[in-house]
């Protein structure tokens, strides 16, 4: 990039990020950034993922959306007390993660939007300006997702292959890992990519950071709401490619990750919704993927 047009980048950018903050009362003043987050009984993780925003956030015009999903462990009354500029939905059950991610978008302004998982932290290796500045300088990626790490500092594999039936099948049921052939698909599924180090397209990425620009969703359209929980950014991904549009796993910036895989934990509800979330995506994408 030449100097004189990495000079207007930097310009445009520090005029959005120096915008007004949005007062939510009808008026409309530029948001550069909407940040939307769904919780349900996250009252453990959520006051340490709003802290480490609040530090990221500083000179940038930007919005917190939380969608609480009636949570019965007080999630709610926190954010309100300690984080009074939030601005939290409450909503009267539990709507699930794609439609709560939509109610976000609705109540948004934000030039770019951030889906976030409430377990989440913006540590040291993490800042906003590289985000849109490569969004800006790359108008042919429509989602990106920045590297996922452990608290011990290993990497969480976030970017996957799309998947196949096959595949899924053989990593739910690990008993046909104990066959070569089985454990490859699923190691290639799992872990696509060889440098983890890299700017990679990839084919899909995990829920727990997704950051668009608006005019993306406009044209895609907003998250699926059959999936109720899980395939739900499987499918967006895969939209954002239908769209013509790349996603990027861009591992230059890093947050960290609780990772929990409630639905592994043995059989339960969650496993039966991840099975039956599975179903509708694999009948969408094979029968009625304009659906």
């Known amino acids: 990039m030449t ?13 959005l990020c120096n915008a007004s903050p949005i007062t939510h ?22 006051t340490e993922c709003l802290s480490s ?70 540590g040291e290796k993490f800042s906003f300006p590289p985000l849109f500045q490569y969004m800006n300088e790359h108008k042919n990626t429509g989602l990106l997702g920045c590297k996922l790490i452990n608290r011990d500092g290993t990497i969480q594999t976030s970017c996957r292959k ?34 983890y180090e890299e700017i990679t397209s ?22 699926d709401e059959r999936f109720y929980i899980y395939f739900e950014d499987v499918d967006f991904c895969r939209r954002v490619h239908y769209g013509g549009y790349n996603v990027c796993y861009y591992p230059l910036m890093e947050v960290i990750h609780h990772h929990k895989r409630e639905s592994a934990k043995g059989f339960n509800l969650l496993l039966l919704v991840h099975i039956w979330s599975g179903i509708k995506y694999f009948w969408k994408w094979t029968f009625f993927r304009n659906a």
Not at 3 to 15: A, E, R, V, Y
Not at 61 to 71: G, K, L, P, Y
Not at 202 to 223: N, P, Q, S, T
Request: glycine share 4%; aromatic share 12%.
């Open 25 to 46: 009362h009808g008026s409309h003043i530029t948001i550069l950034l909407s940040i939307i987050t769904v919780t349900y009984n996250s009252k453990d993780v959520i």
């Open 202 to 223: 990839v084919d899909w990425l995990l829920g727990a950071f997704l950051f668009i620009r608006r005019e993306i969703i406009d044209k895609i359209g907003h998250f």
């Open 53 to 122: 925003l609040e530090a990221k956030l500083e000179n940038i015009s930007s919005e917190i959306i939380v969608i609480d999903n009636h949570s019965t462990d007080n999630t709610v009354g926190i954010i309100k007390e300690q984080f009074p500029s939030v601005h939290v939905i409450e909503n009267i059950k539990n709507e699930g993660f794609a439609a709560a991610c939509n109610q976000g978008i609705k109540n948004s302004s934000g030039d770019f939007l951030l889906f976030l998982n409430p377990d989440i932290i913006a």
């Open 3 to 15: 100097d004189f047009k990495l000079s207007t980048l930097n310009f445009q950018l520090s005029t």
């Open 162 to 195: 799309f998947p196949d039936i096959i595949t899924v099948m053989f990593k739910r049921i690990s008993f046909f890992q104990i066959f070569p052939y089985a454990k490859k698909r699923v190691e290639e599924y799992i872990k696509p990519l060889s440098n």
